[in-house]
């Protein structure tokens, strides 16, 4: 079975056919800038581009940079506030003429690295956490996705985690490895706290950076890089769509 994912960013928006029994993408990705402003009439245009690239009519999800509920946005985040309210399963349906699967990035990823990837065989509770712009989560217990999760918005120093650990914050303030895991170990003990996952994956362009400051995580937690890298999102939305996950 094939199902078109699209994964949708703050710079970017990228799809590709994939398949769901083995997760490899059967076509090139497909990339369009994520336009300014990022109203939902925009996006919603920018998706249909890609729908129509693939000359596509068949199941299609995607991954979503925003807090969600049943495919409602509940925040405009990093994109933009008119998005906040919008049933954006619905919008891209009316304007792609299919049907739309919509969750949370960070949980597409976090699919397609349960099934595919690191996580796969894996039971417990399961914390994939992604280390970007911002700091995303997707839970797992016993093999099911828990939707929704907000790790990155525990609270530190009166502000989202994210604001003082993303990959983000490291780039933007200079941050050696060595002083950026240390404030990872601070994150990750609140993980702990709150959660005590038997189990944390690491994905986003960090999994490739992990032994840069695996040292400094003196955490008690099992924490392992992700595999699915850079297509995790597409084939996390591909798999959404053809399970019908909400």
Known sequence: MKALGIDIGGSGIKGAIVDIETGELVTERHRIPTPRPATPENIAKTVKAIVDHFKWKGKAGSGFPTPLAHGKCLSGSNLDESLK??????????????????????????????????????????????????????????????????????????????????DSIRKNEGLSYKKWGKRLNKYFKHVKLILSPDLVIIGGGASKKLDKFKNELSVDLNIIPAENKNEAGIIGAAIAAAEGIR
């Open 85 to 166: 309210g919008v049933q954006i399963d619905q919008l891209f349906k009316d304007t792609t003429g299919i049907d739309f699967t919509v969750i949370n990035d960070a949980d597409a990823a976090a699919l397609a690295e349960f099934k595919f990837g690191a996580g796969k065989g894996k039971d417990g509770l399961v914390a994939v956490i992604t280390l970007g712009t911002g700091i995303g989560s997707g839970l797992f217990y016993n093999g099911k996705l828990i939707p929704n999760t907000e790790l990155g918005h525990l609270s530190y120093k009166d502000a989202p985690f994210e604001k003082y650990a993303a």
